[in-house]
């Protein structure tokens, strides 16, 4: 089951996350910092990863660029109410998968989230091929 987990610290965000998706048959988390998502995700690792850019402490980039050495394949989408181009081109540089500004409209987080997966899953089977033909 794929593994999908919601940093924001808006708790209305969180919890229109899950309602919206919790027919999918994704296992969802949420978190509201930075320090509770590095947290959640040392128990597992998660497919796709969406973060807010702005949270007290350290931000979304930050949370990026620690996902990407510890889960390096895990896509992450990063979203912002306060969208620049230095943002969106940082998220780029640093690896995210997507970037998109709130508010969102939900089919299109829902299509950035099924490519992710997509994506994922193809990351996976390539893994497991090659374990194979060793």
């Known amino acids: 089951m794929e593994r999908i987990l919601f940093v924001d610290d808006?708790?209305?965000l969180r919890f229109l996350f899950l309602k919206v998706f919790e027919e999918r048959e994704y296992e969802l988390e949420t978190a509201?910092?930075?320090?509770e998502a590095m947290e959640k995700m040392k128990?597992?690792?998660?497919?796709?990863i969406i973060s807010d850019i702005t949270m007290p402490g350290k931000n979304g980039l930050e949370l990026l660029?620690?996902?990407?050495?510890?889960?390096?394949?895990a896509n992450?989408?990063?979203i912002t109410?306060?969208?620049?181009?230095e943002t969106a081109a940082e998220a780029v540089r640093q690896g995210a998968f997507d970037y998109l500004t709130k508010p969102f409209n939900i089919?299109?987080?829902d299509s950035v989230i099924s490519r992710a997966l997509q994506k994922k899953q193809e990351i996976d089977e390539k893994h497991r091929?090659?374990?194979i033909e060793k």
């Open 10 to 12: 808006e708790e209305n």
């Open 129 to 131: 091929l090659e374990n």
């Open 107 to 109: 089919s299109i987080l």
């Open 76 to 78: 992450v989408v990063l």
């Open 32 to 35: 509201g910092s930075f320090n």
């Open 65 to 73: 660029h620690d996902i990407k050495e510890i889960n390096p394949e």
């Open 43 to 48: 128990s597992a690792p998660f497919d796709v």
């Open 81 to 85: 109410g306060n969208p620049t181009v």
